[in-house]
């Protein structure tokens, strides 16, 4: 398998602009999860799906963010309008429905708001 | 209060050398114990969980739990310098439906 497949690796926009990142999870996964990660804040769950279906989305800064899955392969995470404070790395993971709960992490997306 | 805290070191250690990385977690309700190592630029891989009281060792690694006094530790042994990375703590609860909370990290660094 590919593992989680993440783009783009890198992106680079000015402040108000919008911006999506996309997530391709591990064939047969059941849960995707959004993470972003910041010097100053570590690693931050923004949201998870499970089977599709939005689950807790209680770390999702604001409404300038919004995160979809249209279906069990794909995900969009989406910050608009951007802002600079947004800059960082934004990392996909996904992982089965099992007792080890083992996340798989993409290689992630770098965003610099600028 | 952190839910998940570490410290942020760096942590250095000499090659061969035991290195042990300590995390204590706030939710007592808390059933599920995760080590991640970050290399720099790279995304987390899971290396070691533990879900009960003791140690569970998986080669030169060791994961060790106290849930009454709420702290998860790692040791590795015959530290290498391909150990130099970031390592993370996480916590999470019962299911693979619940969120898992990970901690700031502790660089660590193996001095040849």
């Known amino acids: 398998d590919a593992g989680v497949i993440q783009s783009p690796r890198h992106e680079v926009t000015e402040m108000g602009q919008e911006v999506t990142l996309r997530c391709k999870p591990i064939?047969?996964?059941?849960?995707l999860f959004w993470y972003r990660q910041t010097m100053m804040r570590g690693l931050e769950l923004l949201i998870y799906f499970n089977n599709n279906v939005p689950i807790d989305d209680s770390g999702m800064p604001e409404d300038r963010f919004s995160a979809k899955m249209p279906n069990a392969s794909f995900s969009t995470l989406k910050i608009q309008p951007s802002e600079p404070r947004d800059s960082a790395v934004y990392f996909c993971?996904?992982?089965?429905?099992?007792?080890?709960?083992?996340?798989?992490f993409g290689p992630g997306t770098r965003l610099t708001v600028t | 209060q952190k839910e998940v805290e570490q410290n942020s070191g760096p942590l250095s250690v000499p090659e061969g050398a035991i290195a042990s990385l300590n995390c204590t977690y706030s939710?007592?309700?808390?059933?599920?114990f995760f080590w991640y190592r970050q290399y720099s630029g790279k995304s987390p891989e899971l290396i070691m969980f533990?879900?009960?009281?003791g140690d569970k060792e998986d080669g030169r690694f060791t994961a060790q739990l106290n849930k009454a006094s709420q702290y998860v530790s790692l040791l590795i042994r015959d530290s290498q310098p391909s150990d130099s990375a970031t390592y993370l703590c996480?916590?999470?609860?019962?299911?693979?439906?619940?969120?898992?909370?990970f901690g700031s990290g502790t660089r660590l660094s193996i001095r040849p």
């Open positions: 993971a996904s992982t089965e429905d099992s007792k080890t709960y083992e996340q798989y």
């Open positions: 533990i879900y009960s009281n």
């Open positions: 939710d007592r309700g808390s059933q599920s």
């Open positions: 996480a916590v999470g609860g019962y299911s693979s439906a619940s969120k898992i909370i």
């Open positions: 064939s047969g996964h059941d849960y």
